[in-house]
């Protein structure tokens, strides 16, 4: 049973910076999609970036947030950690941001396909970004 868990978010000022953190647990392979999502108030979810476990950890973001956040991933002792850089932050990045993961995707549709249909099976509670 794959659980995950965000965390990182916070109050920032516009032009900030913040780094979240999804800690992933019970995930049986070493190779697995994710991707990290939000969704601001009285609008649908987003996919803002994907990263594919294992290749290389590759990596795949949305034209709204590139050149601006990049996901890296840390697996140290059986845990992996997926984060969420984000830079030069503004009203629009505010939103409740959710990591997901899915041990059936194929790593060649862990990218648009995945940010856009949003159908992973596993996913944390959220965690809150605003930016004011």
């Known amino acids: 049973h794959v659980q995950l868990v965000e965390s990182g978010g916070g109050s920032v000022q516009p032009g900030g910076s913040l780094i979240l953190a999804c800690e992933v647990s019970g995930a049986p392979y070493d190779s697995y999609c994710m991707g990290w999502f939000r969704q601001r108030p009285g609008e649908e979810r987003e996919g803002v970036a994907s990263a594919y476990i294992g290749d290389a950890h590759r990596t795949y973001y949305a034209d709204s947030v590139k050149r601006r956040y990049s996901v890296s991933v840390s697996q140290t002792n059986a845990k992996t950690t997926l984060y969420l850089q984000m830079k030069w932050l503004g009203g629009q990045d505010t939103a409740t941001y959710y990591c997901?993961?899915?041990?059936?995707?194929?790593?060649?549709?862990?990218?648009?396909?995945?940010?856009?249909?949003?159908?992973?099976?596993?996913w944390g509670q959220g965690t809150q970004v605003t930016v004011s």
């Open positions: 997901a993961a899915d041990l059936n995707i194929d790593r060649t549709l862990c990218a648009d396909t995945v940010l856009i249909r949003g159908v992973l099976d596993n």
